[in-house]
């Protein structure tokens, strides 16, 4: 593919496959729906290789932010153009192409509407081919480089209550990132945001090129796998992406705590106990570790084969509880950053480090 033109069918396709390449994470469904039809009524609106991208052209990343348990989390369509409007105000020169930060059932149509709306191409070069739960990880390890300035914008929040904002930040990495959470929990939940301008060739070795395609390929598997049941939808998206059905069954128990931006906590399902910090972290059985971040550890609806987020779970719900190893995702380089993955430890109280590879 170097130019594909996106249809409804895309969408749907996306929205499966996306939701499932989360990981329990990257937003809903819906949300991700409403982004993509947004975006096909707003324009035409093609999804282009990085190889036909100059290498020295200004790219942006777009995303989300926030908890998606949040009862009050609100990002209307319209924030996600805003954005991109707000980078005018940090001297960001004018972007010739746009990316997502990662592959989630929302979080892959991050860009699609102010690409269509703006006419810039939505590049297939993620930050990340699965969801992550911090914007740093998401930051294709700039923040190595002690002399990269972070520009990042954020718009969220329901106007009706008068929690909407906009806000411009830049600075230090991790600092921006920490202001931008910030204003997605003042928010309400959430915030639709644009960072991190960089030249395309750098995307090359430190994003994940192709990831938007193989979640609209892995949706398509699904998809034409639903006539035949829910087990079928699961087993045609863990077959193409080498991974495996772990275990089926109700979820017994479920804790789940929303804190600075964050939903974290563990559910025990089919005999398995999964630790979650907003994407599942860690997946065990009878004392064996099966998977570990960013290893994809995934839910999907036992009478659906639908995939289901974490913020989704309730107890009793039936669930195919499935693992892909990471070396079948394209990754990003903030997934092998030891400083970033540290954090996972501290928040779900699981080892994460002895079992994942570090550069």
């Known amino acids: 593919m170097s130019r594909l033109k996106l249809t409804q069918e895309h969408v749907e396709a996306a929205l499966l496959g996306g939701c499932f390449l989360g990981g ?87 860009g699609w509407l102010p690409a269509a709306m703006s006419g810039l191409p939505l590049i297939d070069a993620p930050c990340n081919g699965r969801a992550h739960p911090t914007g740093v990880m998401g930051s294709m390890a700039l923040h190595r480089d002690n002399r990269y300035v972070s520009k990042q914008t954020a718009a969220g929040g329901n106007p009706e209550t008068g929690r909407y904002l906009e806000a411009a930040f830049s600075g230090p990495m991790e600092a921006v990132a920490a202001l931008v959470r910030q204003c997605a929990v003042q928010a309400g939940g959430l915030v639709a945001v644009a960072r991190n301008p960089v030249k395309a060739h750098y995307l090359k070795e430190h994003a994940a090129p192709g990831a938007v395609m193989l979640a609209i390929e892995t949706g398509t598997k699904m998809l034409e796998a639903r006539s035949r049941g829910a087990e079928a939808v699961v087993r045609a998206a863990v077959g193409f992406l080498g991974g495996r059905v772990v275990a089926e069954g109700a979820v017994d128990a479920i804790d789940l705590i929303t804190e600075g931006g964050f939903d974290h906590g563990v559910v025990s399902a089919g005999g398995c106990e999964l630790a979650f910090w907003n994407e599942f972290m860690t997946l065990d059985r009878g004392g064996e570790r099966l998977g570990t971040f960013p290893d994809l550890i995934m839910t999907t609806d036992a009478e659906t084969g639908l995939p289901v987020t974490t913020a989704e779970l309730v107890k009793g719900r039936r669930v195919f509880v499935t693992l892909v190893p990471a070396d079948r995702i394209p990754l990003g380089a903030g997934m092998f950053c030891r400083e970033l993955l540290e954090p996972i430890e501290k928040v779900v109280g699981r080892a994460v480090l002895p079992y994942v590879t570090l550069k």
Request: hydrophobic fraction near 45%; proline fraction near 7%.
């Open 24 to 110: 329990g994470g990257g937003g809903s469904m819906a949300k991700g729906r409403a982004l993509g039809e947004a975006a096909l009524s707003s324009g035409p609106l093609e999804l282009v290789s990085l190889d036909e991208i100059d290498p020295e052209a200004v790219v942006v990343t777009c995303s989300a932010v926030g908890a998606p348990a949040s009862k009050e989390a609100m990002a209307k369509p319209e924030a996600a153009m805003r954005v991109i409007e707000l980078m005018a105000k940090l001297d960001v020169s004018p972007p010739a192409g746009l990316i997502t930060n990662e592959n989630g059932g929302g979080s892959t149509f991050n």
